[in-house]
């Protein structure tokens, strides 16, 4: 038997499905395998389920003694994951299990994501099933798919058997965090045709890496640099000096994930790879005088071919003016809540093939501002004659003015731990807006234990936060 990597930490049931969970692939559109072995387990423990067309899977159970005729609480998460890895990592993480491990403080994947958004959920709602001596009210227990691209999980499945209607969403990073509202969003993509023949010259690659990334909603806000939007920077300071054909451009893997890289081919003629790297050395410095990237790399290197299939200088300077038009980052804070961001766009994927294709995460807080934003989208993709699609449009969850559950959470958590919790509203996006929307009424708070660099290979989950998050949701359902 396979030696157990988690084994020792408490919850030890909690961490022992943590475990199983990071050893079956589940990258969002990867969810079959996940998703079976949830119904695996609602079948070997005797659970009533549904597993939908989507691999949503739903899972109900009784209360415990003297809690039968309580309200419903639904506990919900969801079952993807974000696959990010370093360069170097030889995991396949389509058909591989993760590399996982810890150090006493913290759970982590050596070289890829770890997963704790949101396995950490499953694996709290996988303990609670199959320990018959915890005391609980009925539960339903909701697992979706896809939510890192879109919510698409929530959005399809069928919530109309439920009867509950407080929920309790295990999808936050901070513990002692009490979500209670969060940004509507959706995802928009440009994408430009472009024509390509043989070029000749000598072929530089251009790269700027080392950057933070993270995740487009919790950190968007935090002074990084987009790889995407600094290449497009790169590339028009070199095209000042003198025309280039470009013939290949990758930057971003998620449109959710702010780019740590990007890279560039081209044929640049007569162009010397010390002028490229006299510029490279000079935005290098204004990326880390200018953001919070103090590893930031930009080079140039010369490239063993001399020429290929590449795009025309037009066309070259379409994509270059393109991706330097196009809006990034914070466009709106709230002027109710000091220090949230209302309303932002992430260029998470830019994709050079037969078309350029740039991919936006965009969310608001304000219905009508991330309409707008959408349409500033349209727009660009119109004046540069390229197409435009959406995707993934989720609402915003409103705040509730009079809640019992979040009532009641304060309350426990001031008494557990002496100190109050911090009730906010949140910029990323969370699938209790679409919830709400089907369980009229819903009455939902989001909490989780303490997660790092989530959506990156630094991800880590915080080995006594997750116990003391475990143990405080045993006392919600006590008092629920």
Same mark, same amino acid.
């Given at each position: 038997?396979?030696?157990?990597?988690?084994?020792?930490?408490?919850?030890?049931?909690?961490?022992?499905?943590?475990?199983?969970?990071?050893?079956?692939?589940?990258?969002?559109?990867?969810?079959?395998?996940?998703?079976?072995?949830?119904?695996?387990?609602?079948?070997?423990?005797?659970?009533?389920?549904?597993?939908?067309?989507?691999?949503?899977?739903?899972?109900?159970?009784?209360?415990?003694?003297?809690?039968?005729?309580?309200?419903?609480?639904?506990? &919900?998460?969801?079952?993807?994951?974000?696959?990010?890895?370093?360069?170097?990592?030889?995991?396949?993480?389509?058909?591989?299990?993760?590399?996982?491990?810890?150090?006493?403080?913290?759970?982590?994947?050596?070289?890829?994501?770890?997963?704790?958004?949101?396995?950490?959920?499953?694996?709290?709602?996988?303990?609670?099933?199959?320990?018959?001596?915890?005391?609980?009210?009925?539960? #339903?227990?909701?697992?979706?798919?896809?939510?890192?691209?879109?919510?698409?999980? *929530?959005?399809?499945?069928?919530?109309?058997?439920?009867?509950?209607?407080?929920?309790?969403?295990?999808?936050?990073? #901070?513990?002692?965090?009490?979500?209670?509202?969060? *940004?509507?969003?959706?995802?928009?993509?440009i994408t430009m045709p472009v024509s390509r023949h043989p070029v000749y010259g000598p072929?530089?690659?251009?790269?700027?890496?080392?950057?933070?990334?993270?995740?487009?909603?919790?950190?968007?806000?935090?002074?990084?640099?987009?790889?995407?939007?600094?290449?497009?920077?790169?590339?028009?300071?070199?095209?000042?000096?003198?025309?280039?054909?470009?013939?290949?451009?990758?930057?971003?893997?998620?449109?959710? *994930?702010?780019?740590?890289?990007?890279?560039?081919?081209?044929?640049?003629?007569?162009?010397?790879?010390?002028?490229?790297?006299?510029?490279?050395? &000079?935005?290098?410095?204004?990326?880390?005088?200018?953001?919070?990237?103090?590893?930031?790399?930009?080079?140039?290197?010369?490239?063993?071919?001399?020429?290929?299939?590449?795009?025309?200088?037009?066309d070259s300077a379409k994509v270059i003016a393109l991706l330097n038009a196009a809006p990034?980052?914070? &466009? *709106?804070?709230?002027?109710?809540?000091?220090?949230?961001?209302?309303?932002?766009?992430?260029?998470?994927?830019?994709?050079?093939?037969?078309?350029?294709?740039?991919?936006?995460?965009?969310?608001?807080?304000?219905n009508q501002e991330k309409h707008d934003l959408l349409q500033r989208l349209r727009d660009?993709?119109?004046?540069?004659?390229?197409?435009?699609?959406?995707?993934?449009?989720?609402?915003?969850?409103?705040?509730?003015?009079?809640?019992?559950?979040?009532?009641?959470?304060?309350?426990?958590?001031?008494?557990?731990?002496?100190?109050?919790? #911090?009730?906010?509203?949140?910029?990323?996006?969370?699938?209790?807006?679409?919830?709400?929307?089907?369980?009229?009424?819903?009455?939902?708070?989001?909490?989780?234990?303490?997660?790092?660099?989530?959506?990156?290979?630094?991800?880590?989950?915080?080995?006594?936060?997750?116990?003391?998050?475990?143990?405080?949701?045993?006392?919600?359902?006590?008092?629920?």
């Amino acid at each position: 038997m396979k030696a157990m990597k988690l084994a020792g930490l408490e919850p030890a049931s909690v961490f022992g499905y943590f475990e199983k969970i990071c050893s079956i692939p589940h990258g969002s559109r990867n969810t079959k395998l996940i998703s079976d072995y949830l119904v695996s387990f609602a079948q070997e423990h005797g659970i009533r389920y549904f597993q939908d067309e989507l691999n949503n899977v739903v899972m109900f159970q009784e209360g415990t003694c003297g809690y039968e005729d309580h309200e419903p609480v639904i506990i &919900q998460g969801h079952m993807d994951m974000v696959c990010e890895k370093d360069e170097d990592c030889p995991i396949n993480m389509d058909t591989d299990g993760l590399d996982v491990t810890h150090d006493g403080q913290y759970v982590f994947a050596r070289g890829t994501t770890l997963g704790g958004d949101d396995g950490i959920a499953v694996a709290y709602a996988l303990a609670l099933l199959a320990d018959k001596s915890i005391p609980h009210p009925p539960l #339903e227990v909701i697992i979706t798919v896809d939510e890192e691209i879109g919510m698409e999980g *929530a959005a399809g499945v069928d919530l109309s058997g439920l009867k509950g209607r407080t929920l309790i969403n295990i999808d936050s990073e #901070e513990e002692g965090i009490f979500t209670v509202s969060c *940004a509507g969003g959706a995802r928009g993509t440009i994408t430009m045709p472009v024509s390509r023949h043989p070029v000749y010259g000598p072929c530089v690659k251009l790269t700027v890496e080392g950057l933070q990334g993270g995740h487009s909603g919790v950190e968007i806000h935090k002074n990084r640099a987009n790889a995407n939007k600094a290449m497009g920077e790169f590339l028009g300071r070199v095209q000042k000096l003198m025309p280039v054909c470009i013939t290949k451009l990758q930057g971003g893997s998620k449109d959710n *994930a702010i780019p740590r890289s990007c890279t560039v081919t081209l044929v640049a003629m007569g162009m010397y790879i010390e002028r490229i790297n006299d510029i490279a050395a &000079q935005l290098q410095q204004e990326l880390r005088e200018q953001y919070d990237e103090p590893e930031a790399i930009v080079r140039g290197d010369d490239v063993d071919a001399l020429g290929g299939n590449a795009l025309s200088t037009q066309d070259s300077a379409k994509v270059i003016a393109l991706l330097n038009a196009a809006p990034n980052g914070v &466009q *709106a804070w709230s002027q109710d809540i000091p220090g949230l961001v209302q309303t932002s766009l992430n260029l998470g994927i830019v994709d050079l093939s037969d078309s350029l294709k740039m991919t936006f995460a965009v969310r608001s807080s304000v219905n009508q501002e991330k309409h707008d934003l959408l349409q500033r989208l349209r727009d660009l993709a119109a004046f540069n004659d390229a197409a435009y699609s959406q995707m993934g449009d989720y609402p915003a969850w409103e705040y509730k003015k009079d809640s019992r559950l979040r009532d009641t959470m304060v309350r426990v958590y001031r008494e557990m731990f002496g100190k109050e919790p #911090e009730v906010v509203a949140i910029h990323a996006g969370l699938e209790c807006g679409l919830l709400s929307e089907k369980l009229p009424g819903l009455d939902c708070v989001s909490i989780g234990p303490e997660m790092h660099d989530i959506h990156t290979s630094r991800e880590r989950l915080g080995i006594a936060s997750t116990e003391r998050t475990w143990n405080f949701l045993l006392e919600i359902l006590k008092e629920l």
